[in-house]
């Protein structure tokens, strides 16, 4: 091959064929107990690519798939990435309509479905007018035989402002579905910045429990410790007994996790007394980590990195490191190197220098290439190369940043501003709760007041009283939710996060009359 018909130099289809020549007999791969070295990763991914190819898919074409994490997928990701070709990762957990709908935006030229989800495969491509090709993973299914796409197609060279990733975002604003597109250099810098902070080496070994439809299955950790030669353990779902199993059995070095997987772990029976004596450094992300839950985990001896991100912006943004976690609570920390931030007022867009409380806005290389076939959506959020998140946060006097709130989770109650993350750390302080969220929800004198769902640690007891009586005691009054009910949990999204939107749709139109307290106004 001619030099200048050489890959980018930040495509991603590079680094399992770099693996392969320098440690080809290492584990890459541990995949519910078979493994596959970077040898045998590097070679089908190779193979898969070259049969592509020949089938007919160009390069920018975009082969969507419907699977939970397995090797088989990792070797479709890698084949895509040496083709040209943009894997699209769905979630198996939406209902067929749903899926539906990101199978319309995204438009792949191949579904490929694993045999576990093939009800809801065919369930979701019989709405379409026009299904596509659709084909099983793995060896016995697209690495066999694909289904042709057209007369065979050259080979060009895959370059580093290449589609990658397209990965449908969780935003619940409705309207049509958005899928945030990751080329090779976003993928390259992201991961770059990453082992900047939270070091991946090639004797570690990294639990995956992140879905692979969400891009921290992907630019979290997974792909960081196929660049460095580490071995990634990959699990299909989240079971905390299992998961404590798997850190002693597999000496786990590392993982990341959403606060509510550490809660459930730190819950489980068999905690105090499980092996974690491998488990030297998690990270955390999604929602900022009690101050209780931070010292348990501590006291275990495991390091906790702190982060923030969101799937724009590869995600990586913000990180705070394990010396700092019980110092700065609630922190998320300081950027990550490559990436730069600004907070700005919301209603002007001015930027706000020093402390204060505004909008986050983020720039740099791992900042995505905008929303697939929807420039309207990218123009409200892309501008001046500036990626505005969304997300309202707190500078303090030293440069380190809170996340308050999501400028649309955030509610008016008589003319205040509420944060109902704020609500939510403070009742989670409380001994007897166990988990909670809050809403605002209509209310004809003061426009908008806070609703509380509480569920109870297992062997305690409250009542909506005491709680009102507990954040009376820590938050102004008008934070204070005017209803509490009990629960027995709270929804969430596939990722863990609160589904507002359906709690939202429990408090509208109706009057809490079981289970609540009011909460008068100073």
Request: hydrophobic share 45%.
């Amino acid at each position: 091959m001619r030099a200048q018909d050489a890959d980018g130099l930040h495509t991603l289809g590079r680094w399992t064929a770099d693996r392969a020549r320098s440690t080809p007999e290492r584990i890459a791969i541990d995949d519910r107990g078979v493994t596959l070295t970077y040898r045998e990763l590097d070679q089908r991914a190779v193979a898969l690519a070259g049969a592509f190819a020949d089938a007919g898919y160009a390069a920018g074409q975009r082969i969507a798939t419907l699977t939970g994490n397995s090797a088989d997928h990792v070797v479709a990701f890698f084949a895509c990435a040496k083709a040209g070709l943009t894997l699209v990762p769905l979630s198996w957990r939406l209902a067929p309509a749903e899926l539906a709908e990101q199978l319309a935006v995204c438009a792949p030229a191949l579904l490929v479905i694993e045999p576990e989800h093939a009800a809801l495969g065919a369930a979701a491509t019989a709405l379409l007018p026009q299904p596509p090709r659709t084909a099983a993973p793995g060896r016995d299914g697209i690495e066999r035989g694909l289904p042709r796409a057209g007369e065979a197609v050259p080979r060009r060279r895959v370059d580093d402002d290449d589609p990658l990733l397209a990965v449908f975002t969780s935003g619940t604003s409705g309207g049509r579905p958005k899928a945030a597109v990751l080329t090779h250099a976003n993928c390259f810098w992201t991961n770059l910045s990453f082992s900047r902070t939270v070091e991946v080496g090639r004797d570690d070994v990294v639990l995956c429990i992140m879905p692979q439809f969400h891009v921290g299955g992907w630019n979290i950790h997974a792909l960081l410790a196929w660049w460095t030669g580490a071995t990634v353990v990959l699990e299909r779902g989240f079971d905390a007994g299992r998961v404590l199993q798997l850190i002693a059995q597999r000496r786990v070095t590392t993982m990341m996790g959403v606060p509510a997987h550490y809660l459930m772990l730190s819950q489980h029976p068999g905690f105090a007394r499980a092996d974690l004596t491998s488990l030297d450094r998690a990270v955390v992300g999604g929602a900022p980590m009690p101050a209780p839950l931070l010292r348990t985990w501590h006291a275990r001896g495991v390091a906790l990195t702190q982060g923030y991100g969101l799937t724009e912006a590869g995600p990586n943004v913000l990180c705070l490191a394990p010396e700092e976690a019980l110092r700065r609570v609630g922190s998320a920390g300081t950027p990550y190197p490559h990436v730069e931030i600004a907070v700005a007022d919301p209603a002007t867009g001015e930027e706000l220098e020093g402390g204060g409380r505004g909008e986050l806005w983020v720039r740099g290389p791992g900042v995505f290439a905008g929303y697939l076939d929807d420039p309207a959506a990218t123009a409200e959020v892309l501008v001046d190369g500036w990626l505005r998140t969304g997300d309202v946060v707190e500078r303090d006097g030293d440069g380190f940043l809170r996340v308050v709130d999501r400028l649309k989770d955030i509610y008016i109650s008589g003319g205040e501003n509420v944060s109902p993350s704020e609500v939510e750390q403070a009742l989670l302080a409380h001994p007897a709760v166990a988990d909670a969220a809050v809403v605002g929800a209509p209310d004809e004198r003061w426009g908008e007041t806070g609703a509380a769902f509480v569920v109870v640690r297992q062997g305690a007891a409250t009542d909506a009283q005491e709680l009102t009586e507990h954040l009376r005691g820590v938050l102004a009054h008008f934070k204070v939710p005017r209803t509490v009910e009990f629960v027995d949990e709270v929804p969430r999204t596939g990722l863990h996060k609160v589904a507002r939107a359906r709690l939202r749709d429990r408090t509208e139109g109706s009057a809490r009359s079981a289970g609540t307290a009011a909460g008068e106004r100073a």
